[in-house]
Each structure stands twice: as structure tokens, then as C-alpha cells.
């Protein structure tokens, strides 16, 4: 199997990054049962690669330019076979203490990687600290939940006689309009409205919108409590104004969540540290290292500064679940902080990707890929044809050809159905973007000139068919 993986690795460049399979492909290539007697491991292989290989996207192609990258690294993928070797479910200290104990460690190491504040840092008697959740989506979650929990139990102390479901029926949550849609979800599962907040020029939530928001609500009786603020958002990779609307959260009593799904990462170099100030105001911070950090998914960074915020929250203490040190004060347990009780051991692949690459062999990684965002910037600037639809910041470039969004979907359906390539779009003010974003491990400036070429290419023809066309037209 590990060789299996090793050449699979090795000879991805040489795989079409996207698959040629249709809807339902898969199902008519398998039994309709399970067989009865086992089966060799080798007839198992084979069939892997005449059956799962060709309906396989691959992500870590240096062709694959879509969506954000999702990390990948062999110390990580060690880390993964040792943490199914050992198999625990670590939803408590009891139930594997090393589960654990190295989890609450690898979040402060990260963290101070970060230069996150010290209130966010576990240590060895601070009131925060960190958790590994599955994705960024489950922390948003998460944190309005406990947000949700604390404003309810505050509104009830000072007058008792209101219901929880007279508070919840007002209760409203924010974001930007460029916010992930993982918040919409999480405001539906959280039974809370959610409002979104217009962002500026730079597609980036600024104080004065959010106050504006904030007092409307208020005059009509509603109760603002949450607040989420993106760095680095899915569309374009811009960045709420932290410094901004981090005092007015502060100020109003709303719980601050910052996601920086995919650009926190890039937080652990000194040049882009500046991209987080105002973080001091939040009251949870949440980034995936699985996506920029060569920590393989899943593994999402949730740290808060008040832990007692979740486990006030989700705290359930059934008899089969205690054990004797868990009001000790000196470990935590954390079926407390999520939504799952069941945990696997991924804080070993924290420990392994950092000392194996070290924070300096992490930070050459995240500024190679910023470059080389840069390098395709400027690729597309010196051609006319085309226009940059959003400041280029760390590894995503958003650009168009120049004219309608009928052209940019006709010159993306191209590019993809080619295979060279892959991209996925994006909207940004109703004009109908392409995303180029810089995703593989292994990804050079070679891999990123061929596709510049190849997109001038289809676009080429793209242009050239819609001048036939209104050559057609006029002659009709």
C-alpha cells in the first residue's frame, strides 16, 4: 500500500487532474452485494486503479488550480497510519491520555507560531486554548452555538421570566456578504437569523456597515450577539477589517469569530502576521491546517479565550463517561468542545509535519506559493485581453477576460472541459470571475506557465468564436 501511494504521488503530473466519468459511472463496476468469502488484497489494488483511479479528481496534481488547496505531506500521512495503528476515540483524558494531552500542546505550539495572544494559549493554568475540530464549517458551528448559550443564560439572569424561546426568536448573528456559506448553515442549525453585512470596494466588512446594521436592529427589538469576521475570504481572499469591527464587538457585548480558514496559514510569516491584528478582540479564532499548512485533512485549528464559553455550552456528564480526573483542573476533556463525542489522534499529525518540516520549512512553503501567485498576476497583466478583479494578497489571483460573463463561462467551460487544467469560479458583483489558485505541494513556475499558456489558448478560441458569431449575426 505504501508503495502503491508513493508511486501514485510520484506520477500524479502524468494523470488527467479531472476525470472523463459521468454520474453513476462507478456502480455498474461492482457487484451488487458484498462478496461472501474474502478476497485477496491484490485483486483489491487492482481494481483500485481500474475503478476508483478513473473517477479520481486529483488535488494534488500540479494542474489542480481549483477551490483552495487541501494539504498534503508524508510526515502527515505517517501520522495518519500511526493514529489508525493506535485506533482510540479520545473524547475524554481517561480514554487516552496522550489523545489528549499532545493535542492541548500542538495548539499552543501553533498558536504561538501565530503570535496569537497569550489569552488564547491553554499553558499550564490559562483560561483558553485550543481544539482540533473537522472543519471550519464545524467551528463557525460551534462558537455561534456557545454564543447562542451565553446570551441566553446572561438575558435570563438579569429577567427570569423570559423564555428561551422569546430570546431566540430575536437573536440575530453577522457577517459579510462575502462570508462562506458554512455561516448561512450554521445560522439555520443554530435557529438564528442571520443578516449580511455589504461589503466596501475591497470586498472586506468595515465598521461603519456593521454599526449601521447593528442599530437598526436594535431599534426594532432584535438582540445582535455574534459576529463573524473573514480573512481571506472563498471568492477573492480579502480581509474584514479586524481593527475595525473588533472594537464594536468588543463595545456591544457580540461574540467575535474569525475564520481564516485558508489564509491563516499564512499567518506564521512575520510579512503577513499584520493581516490578523485585531485578532486581541475575538473571542474564538478558527484556520485549517489542512488546507495550507501540509497537515493532511482533517484538521481545523479552533482556539478560544474562554474555554468555559464551550463547556458551558456542550458539557454532558453521563456516568459511563467520568473518570477521576476530570475536575482536576489540570487537563481538559474534549467531548466538551465539539459537536461529536468520538475523536481520532490528529494532533499526531501536527506534532509530526512541524518537527519535520520545522516552522522555517513551513513558512519557505506558504511564501513559494504566494510567489508564484504573483508570478501568474503578472502573467495576466501583460496580456490586455484580460483584467484582475481583486488584489492578489497571498495564493489566489482572480481574473477575467474583458466583457460579458457569457464570454468568462464560455472560456471556463473550455478550459475544464479540456482537462488540462482545473478551475472553479467565482462572483464577485454580479461578474462571473475565474479563480486561480496555487494548491499543489509540489506545484513550480513551469506548471504555472503551461497554464497560462494553455488558458491563453482556449481563450483564443473562445474570443475568436464569439467574433464568428456576431459576424453571423450581422450578415442575418
Known sequence: MVD??????????GRQVFP???PGYLRS????????????????????????????????????????????????MLADMLCGAIGCIGFSWAASPACTELETVMMDWLGKMLQL?????????????????????????????AARTKVTRHLQAASPELTQAAIMEKLVAYAS?????????????GGVRLKAIPSDGK????????????????????????VVATLGTTSCCSFDNLLEVGPICHEEGLWLHVDAAYAGSAFICPEFRHLLNGVEFADSF????????????????????????????????????????????????????????????????????FRMYGVKGLQAYIRKHVQLAHAFEALVRQDARFEICAEVTLGLVCFRLKGSNKLNEALLESINSAKKIHLVPCSLR???????????????????????????????????????????????
Open 203 to 226: 470586498f472586506a466588512m468595515r465598521a461603519s456597515a456593521l454599526q449601521e446594521a447593528l442599530e437598526r436592529d436594535k431599534a426594532a427589538g432584535l438582540i445582535p450577539f455574534f
Open 29 to 76: 463496476l461492482i457487484p451488487t452485494t458484498a462478496p461472501q468469502e474474502p478476497e485477496t488484497f491484490e485483486a483489491i489494488i487492482e481494481d483500485v486503479e481500474k475503478i476508483i483511479m478513473p473517477g479520481v479528481t486529483h488535488w494534488h496534481s500540479p494542474y489542480f488550480f481549483a477551490y483552495f488547496p487541501t494539504a498534503s505531506s508524508y510526515p502527515a
Open 117 to 145: 495572544p497569550e489569552a488564547f494559549l491553554a499553558g499550564e493554568a490559562g483560561e483558553g486554548g485550543g481544539v482540533i475540530q473537522g472543519t471550519a464549517s464545524e467551528a463557525t458551528l460551534v462558537a455561534l452555538l
Open 20 to 22: 472523463d466519468v459521468c
Open 286 to 353: 478558527n484556520f485549517n491546517p489542512h488546507k495550507w499548512l501540509l497537515v493532511n485533512f482533517d484538521c481545523s485549528a479552533m482556539w478560544v479565550k474562554k474555554r468555559t464559553d464551550l463547556t458551558g455550552a456542550f458539557r454532558l456528564d453521563p456516568v459511563y463517561l467520568r473518570h477521576s480526573h476530570q475536575d482536576s483542573g489540570l487537563i481538559t476533556d474534549y467531548r466538551h468542545w465539539q459537536l461529536p463525542l468520538g475523536r481520532r489522534f490528529r494532533s499526531l499529525k501536527m506534532w509530526f509535519v
Open 4 to 13: 502503491y501511494m508513493a508511486d501514485y504521488l510520484e506520477g500524479i503530473e
Open 177 to 189: 456578504d462575502q462570508a462562506h456559506s458554512s455561516v448561512e448553515k450554521a445560522s439555520l442549525i
Open 430 to 476: 454580479d461578474r462571473f470571475v475565474l479563480r486561480f489558485a496555487i494548491c499543489s505541494r509540489t506545484v513550480e513556475l513551469a506548471h504555472v506557465q503551461l497554464a497560462w499558456e494553455h488558458i491563453q489558448e482556449m481563450a483564443a478560441a473562445v474570443l475568436r468564436a464569439q467574433g464568428e458569431e456576431k459576424a453571423d449575426e450581422e450578415e442575418v
